[in-house]
């Protein structure tokens, strides 16, 4: 089971990277996003509703502290994996665990936290983006999710055309 929290969400300037951090961890294994910050319906809707239609499990909810929940999570067996800039790098260090926590910034990551983190791991040791060091994270460690369940509506993969499955019809 992988969750991830997302931190200190900022109303409106990070609701389009909050909404890629749950699309990519969606896409990715991802069954349950926690944010922090400010709470966006807007944002959690839309999640839902892409859900609805491409298939979960894949849930979205607002949590007030970042420790309660860091806390609450270590007591039912997660790993806290922290995803920054300063960490150890990804590709030398193994995590086997099967319950994980991924978290990922914010704009400015509080010393605590690297303390509570079973983990800091970095994806290069160069600044980027949450975006990219989840999807590369979930990536390396776990590949494309190709399990959705109660998916209504399916892309197929196609050279030119936009192809999608709807209850096993087909329509352009
Ligand atoms: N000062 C931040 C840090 O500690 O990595 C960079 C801020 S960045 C805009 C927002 C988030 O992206 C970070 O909190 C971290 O989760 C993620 N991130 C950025 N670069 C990363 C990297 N090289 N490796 C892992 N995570 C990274």
New binding site residues.
């Given amino acids: 089971m992988i969750e991830l929290l997302r931190l200190g969400h900022r109303l409106p300037r990070d609701q389009r990277t909050t909404t890629h951090c749950g699309l990519a961890g969606r896409a990715l294994g991802v069954e349950k996003m926690w944010y922090t910050g400010d709470r966006d319906k807007e944002m959690e809707n839309g999640l839902v509703n892409l859900t609805g239609r491409f298939g979960g499990p894949f849930t979205v909810e607002w949590s007030e502290s970042e420790y309660v929940l860091i806390k609450k999570k270590k007591k039912e067996g997660f790993k806290i994996i922290h995803?920054?800039?300063?960490?150890l790098d990804f590709e030398k260090t193994k995590i086997k665990a099967e319950k994980q926590l991924l978290?990922?910034?914010?704009e400015?990551?509080a010393p605590e936290l690297y303390r509570l983190s079973d983990y800091n791991?970095?994806?290069?040791?160069?600044?980027?983006?949450?975006v990219a060091?989840l999807a590369l994270y979930l990536y390396k460690n776990f590949g494309l999710k190709k399990l959705f369940k109660d998916v209504k509506m399916e892309i197929v993969g196609s050279e030119r055309s936009k192809v999608m499955k709807r209850n096993s019809e087909k329509a352009f």
Avoid: D, F, R, W
């Avoid at 995803?83 to 960490?87: A, C, D, E, I, P």
């Fill in positions: 995803l920054t800039m300063y960490g978290i990922v910034g914010g400015k990551v791991i970095s994806i290069g040791n160069q600044p980027h983006s949450e060091a």
